[in-house]
């Protein structure tokens, strides 16, 4: 494994440490309905992308000049994945929703062996179970029960297929620069705008801090996030990216736990145990400096 690719290895995990801010900065925005809040972010994270390209002094519309894939895949990873989310939300109980979309880790390790040049190992798929189950015990603290079938059970069974399917597939377009995310990010902001138009009654932040936490969700978690997952997927191991995206459930229940909108339990070090010894298990390889797969 190069130093090339276990750097973009770490640059994606700072996609997962970013989404560990998600819950928190979620809940300081205030009432925004989760559509308009989505195209909030993504609004914010492209205006950031446009000033460095202008600051740059490069052309904007040059910068979106990609394969038509490359779209059809970015727009359907950001918007694609968000909107199945809402739709399970809202059919789905959350606690059942929440664990079904979180599958999306352990689909990319399973499906990064049939990229070429990938091999799964025994430690990779383990330490991807390892982590689940530890997901499981934050999410499914009440218990988990699929008392029916219902339209927001295959809306999470979606999210997971749509954004391990993005992660992956993402890897064929490892020509096209990370910073196109902005493009789409626009789009997915303008299509979240008309869903939201469509479904919800706009509601804006009701302060200076609501505010700060939609910016901070469009420069962190909703937004940069992806620029990092981008550079991660197409050149960092996609194996242990995959399980260690595990750690965003319980990064993110720690960083509540310290703002004091959770509390520390037996549960929480459980699942830290299961998690980032799965995460370290299947990052063996990269762990051990001169070890090659």
């Known amino acids: 494994m190069t130093a090339e690719r276990n750097r973009a290895t770490l640059i994606g995990v700072g996609a997962i440490l970013l989404w ?16 308009q809040l989505t195209a909030m972010s993504f609004l914010v994270a492209f205006i950031i992308a446009l000033g460095i390209w202008i600051r740059r002094g490069e052309n904007p519309l040059r910068r979106l000049r990609v394969p038509a894939g ?21 059919n789905a109980p959350v606690v059942d929703a929440s664990l079904i979309a979180y599958l999306w880790p352990l689909l990319i390790v399973l499906f990064s062996a049939l990229l070429p040049g990938e091999r799964l190992r025994w430690f990779h798929v383990v330490g991807a179970l390892a982590g ?4 499981a015990v934050i999410v499914g603290a009440r218990g988990v029960g699929f008392e029916e079938l219902s339209s927001g059970y295959f809306a999470a069974m979606a999210c997971a297929l749509i954004w391990s399917g993005y992660s992956t597939l993402n890897r064929h377009f490892a020509a096209v620069p990370s910073d196109a995310v902005g493009g789409f990010c626009a789009v997915t902001a303008v299509l979240a705008c008309l869903a939201h138009l469509a479904f919800e009654q706009t509601v804006w932040p009701a302060s200076i801090l609501e505010w700060l936490a939609v910016f901070g969700l469009g420069l962190g978690p ?23 995206a595990y750690l965003a459930p319980l990064l993110s229940t ?20 299961l998690i980032t010894g ?16």
């Open 132 to 135: 689940f189950a530890g997901a």
């Open 70 to 90: 490359a779209w059809v895949l970015g727009v359907t990873g950001l918007f694609g994945y968000h909107a199945m989310y809402f739709v399970a939300l809202r």
């Open 222 to 244: 909703v937004g940069g996030a992806f620029f990092l997952w981008d550079h991660g997927t197409k050149r960092g191991d996609l194996r242990v990216l995959g399980a260690a």
């Open 254 to 273: 720690l960083v509540l736990i310290a703002a004091g909108e959770a509390a520390a339990s037996l549960r929480i070090l459980v699942a830290c145990v």
């Open 20 to 35: 560990a801010l998600l819950a928190l900065f979620t809940a300081a925005s205030g009432s925004v309905p989760p559509l």
């Open 278 to 293: 799965g995460a370290a298990l299947a990052a063996k390889e990269m762990l051990r400096p001169g070890r090659t797969p």
